[in-house]
């Protein structure tokens, strides 16, 4: 099977910390995720991989089944999580991420085999820095051994147009079957 790396870019922001981080874990709880994943935060701001096991511990709850011992999973879960800061239009910071998923992946890996290696980029930031995140993931820290996504937020643009040309620039480092368009803020 394969492995995945789910990498949040703006990840100390509301939207990772109150619906991403939490349903990763729900996934993760529910048995819904790769056996080899890993969860990778990216933003600015300088932390330790500690530091945001503690924002992402905060902001997950034991609502889901009571049967068993969600402490357990939460800390199998958290043991997962890492951090990495860098600037978003910056291609050397995603380089020295790309090593740190690398990192990641190579220990899944047995000697005889070469694993395939998922990476999913969910791009919690705003529309107007989406197509510099996409360059630096694509050219940076594409999966070389599997699929690289990159999941968007809407609204995706203004209107129509502006919706167009934004898909136009992401679709200059990604193709469209890289490109997934998501509406969080219906969901409760």
């Known amino acids: 099977s394969a ?3 789910n990498s949040t870019v703006g ?9 991403i981080f939490p349903a990763l874990f729900v996934l993760y709880y529910e048995d819904c995720l790769p056996e080899d994943f890993t969860v990778f935060g990216y933003a600015r701001t300088k932390l330790t991989d500690e530091d945001m096991r ?22 199998q879960f958290l043991k997962r999580c890492f951090y990495h800061s ?6 050397e910071h995603f380089a020295e991420l790309d090593s740190k998923l690398k990192e990641k992946e190579c220990k899944k890996m ?13 791009l919690s930031i705003p529309p107007n820095i989406f197509v510099e995140v996409a360059k630096c ?4 820290a594409p999966s070389t051994t599997g699929w690289t996504r990159v999941i968007v937020e809407k609204p995706f643009g203004r209107d129509s147009v502006s919706s167009g040309e934004l898909t136009r ?20």
Not at 86 to 91: D, F, P, T, V
Not at 110 to 122: C, D, G, P, T
Not at 137 to 140: G, K, V, W
């Open 137 to 140: 993931a694509s050219l940076r």
């Open 86 to 91: 860098g600037l978003y239009n910056s291609e």
């Open 11 to 19: 990840a100390l922001g509301d939207l990772a910390k109150k619906k």
């Open 54 to 75: 503690n924002v992402i511990s905060k902001t997950l709850t034991c609502r889901i089944d009571m049967k068993e011992n969600c402490e357990d999973k939460m800390d």
């Open 3 to 5: 492995s995945s790396a």
């Open 169 to 188: 620039s992401l679709k200059q480092y990604l193709r469209e079957n890289q490109i997934c368009r998501f509406v969080s803020h219906l969901l409760p």
């Open 110 to 122: 047995v000697f005889w085999a070469r694993k395939l290696s998922n990476r999913l980029f969910y």
